[in-house]
């Protein structure tokens, strides 16, 4: 094996072996002794990777921001339909495979988010390129939707957050209850014109 | 002034400082010290009223557990109309009153959760009480829900969840964008006769 292809394992290694100890014993308890020995390496491989715990937590975040945008732009192209375009992007978003640790450690994000600048910069910077691209999503559904693109957009965000904080701590196992539930409802509202609710009420009355 | 009297406001400036303190800097971060600063009082007068730190973050998820219920059950007894209150009940729980401290808060409670035994314990008994008021105020709204009583109830804990990210990571000013569109959308299903839509779609097509 080459150097380079050996130094890139390692890393993968620091930074799988990282999550879970941010995950279980939390960011700020975390220490790099406990990721290194999480990863079977020596603290030097530790610092020959990485200068700091927040190095390899900002490296999480853009793996998890990157994973994240995958499935929405995804959902994006994959759909022709407008309404089932941004239900499958709501979707892809708030998916979180059984057993995974990022919801706890999305839970870690946001904490750090709130003191550490970097952390909260490119948090920001992830969640206003999926509002950017939702919103063109709910402009292109056009009157189908109930709301502006922008609250769309806001609305699915919180679907998104929601599933996390359920997933994290543990009111669900696995995949969120809510999510779904939620879009569901959302869905409702999509695909009928805002004037049929008046008619409804009214033959209701 | 009585001894008990004074007692009781030292404990409740020490409680108010401690959540400007845990706010701002982080539960992990902050210290006794901070605490008793923040409140302009000794070590000493800390130590006289709490143990540790956790018990100040746990007299704080309390006080927040019950505001959140008071609100919930307010407008549980308030709305007349089942689809009304259950809007009133989603509106009151995930709104908080600009400039306040709660939901950066609320995300210290979510991370201390995973690994503290007893807030996790009390948050986790604080949501499945007002999933229970929900569900009881959706199976009263019966068919005008779209969805499943304890499914509106997670939709509801979500949208709560996403408004308090929201305002926590500043993605806003003060109160949440997304809990009123997301509400707005998911109350479009709402007042609705399910077979409207296949009614509606069929008229489309």
Redesign the interface.
């Known amino acids: 094996m080459h150097r380079m292809e050996k130094r890139t394992l390692t890393r993968a290694r620091l930074v799988e072996a990282a999550l879970n100890v941010f ?4 960011y ?2 975390a220490t790099v002794d406990d990721i290194a020995r999480a990863a079977g390496l020596s603290k030097g491989a530790f610092y020959f990777n990485f200068n700091t715990k927040e190095e390899v937590l900002l490296e999480l975040l853009s793996r998890w921001a990157d994973e994240r945008s995958s499935l929405l732009h995804a959902a994006f192209a994959f759909e022709r339909d407008a309404g089932t375009r941004l239900r499958a992007m709501a979707e892809a978003l708030a998916a979180y495979r059984g057993g995974t640790n990022w919801p ?1 450690l999305v ?2 994000f ?2 750090q ?3 550490a600048g970097e952390v ?1 910069r490119r ?2 910077q992830a ?1 206003r390129d999926w509002r950017k691209l939702l919103a063109t999503a709910a402009a292109e559904a056009g009157d189908a ?4 693109p ?3 957009a ?2 699915i ?10 997933i ?5 196992r696995g995949t ?4 779904p ?2 879009w ?3 869905a ?2 999509i ?2 014109p805002a004037p ?2 008046v008619e ?2 009214a033959a ?1 009355a």
Do not use: N
């Open positions: 995950a279980f014993e939390g700020e308890h706890p839970l870690e946001w904490s988010a709130l003191r909260g948090l920001g969640y939707v109930a709301g502006r922008g609250q769309v806001d609305a965000l919180a679907i998104h957050d929601g599933a996390v904080s359920e994290a701590l543990g009111r669900t969120t209850r809510a999510a539930a939620l569901a409802m959302v409702a509202g695909g009928r049929l609710r409804a009420a209701g």
